[in-house]
């Protein structure tokens, strides 16, 4: 009876091991999510746990943040309970979660450094427009022409960066209720950080090529308005 039952077992075990053994590969790169992607198309999600910077995040509870690890970037939604209201560009934090169906959703995120900035590029305005968005950190100067208040969105405000005759929109997240007071920087020349993003209308047709910038903290002024 004994030696009938270890048989049986014997007999099962190839049948539950593979399954017990078919846990979701984790990524532990941005660039390991989208190889992933490409290798394991079958796979309904994949898991992922990796260290990367915050570049901008939606100034909502669970708002998305676009994140760079060094190599790849990529845009994760926040489902974890840190509030995405709490971070903010440069911050080095641990994400992990799954992606699945085209979404990189996180459930754990720690904050691991504050104010730890990524690498960050220097272009000019013209090199810029001349390149592909990238959605890498970048520095540009230039001098403010302009700057308006969305007035679809109320949340984002957009300034016109020039450079050498070269200019691009840069756009600007608003924070809670804080007033839009951009016109303080016109004529100002400035250095500012973000990262290099196509923009699109309500018809998602890409228009133009924005620089996209966490807050008006990463608008650094090199010299004021003429009086």
Known sequence: MHSFRYLALAFLLPLVSPAATDAPPVARSIADIYRLRRTEPRRARTGFDLDCWVIFHVHETNGALETFDGTETRQIENRSPTSSKTLRFGDWIRVSGTDANG???CTNLTLLARDRPPPISDASVGQLLARRP???????????????????????????LEDRGAKIHVVVARRDDEPFNFNRFLGAKVSVVGYHSPASNNLRQTVKNV??????EMISVVEPPPN
């Open 134 to 160: 990238d959605i890498r950190p970048v520095r540009l100067s230039g001098t403010i022409v302009d700057a308006e208040v969305d007035d679809v969105r109320s949340r984002w405000a957009t300034l016109i």
């Open 211 to 216: 620089l996209v910038i966490d807050s008006k």
């Open 103 to 105: 979404v990189t959703t």
